[in-house]
């Protein structure tokens, strides 16, 4: 497994599993498997409707809490200071977890951004109070960013982001990374048959004896992106953790990145 620092030095496994659309009823087998694979980096949200049901996978696993790192992310209908630090006990709750190993603002609320600014305040005093090792954002532009960073006194520490081969999301990666934000994205593989049909990440695969898949997520770790795969097929599960045994080529990492199409393949707004 590869780790990413945080700018507060708290270290962040690179790949993660991501919980997103896992029905409850299967959330137990998923989290167990995901864990037997060797996952410990685990992506939650409350809008996902399943956390309850994490909560009680993490507590029924062998594992011990601090070998785990645990994402969630206030949702657009709980933003607000007061709400937020509601929203906040309401996973902890959830999850029956006595701290988040990072907590996010799921989107930023474009029609009012000021509710945004309260959000983050929120995140800070629950940052300040040890209840988060972490604080962080998702789906934030540059410009919002900027705005965030005019009255934080913690600036965020993730951004995460739609990146995939058809989104890499070069000029926003960079800027995230000279402000010493670390990069996570969502939908790594784009929800698979486009990407995974490529012929350049075809050929690549093939090089290295590998699936397209797997290029794909060693292409996210090369190129410095934390994510989480997400996969209810078992075979799926530990494939995607089995990418540590091979790198690419400078070369192939800029072949992948020439296949950039700015093209969103997913959205959960």
Known sequence: MQFEKLS???SIPMLGFGTYRIKPAEVADAISEALAAGYRHFDCAH????EVEV???FKKSAVKREDLFVTSKVWNADQGYESTLAAFDQTLKDLQL???DLYLIHWPNEDNFQLTLDTWRALEKIYADGKAKAIGVS????AQ???VFAM???KPMVNQIERHPYKTQVELAAFDKENGIVNEGYSPIGHGHLILEDPTINQIAKAHGKTPAQVV?????????VIFPKSSNSAHVKANFDIFDFNLTDAEIKAINALDQDKHLNYDK
């Open 145 to 147: 960013l900027k705005e």
């Open 47 to 50: 809008i996902y409707g399943n």
């Open 98 to 100: 006595d701290y988040l």
């Open 8 to 10: 507060n030095g708290v």
């Open 55 to 57: 909560g009680e996978a």
């Open 152 to 154: 934080a006194t913690v």
């Open 217 to 225: 997520l060693r292409w996210q770790v090369d190129t410095g992106f």
């Open 139 to 142: 789906n934030f532009s540059e």
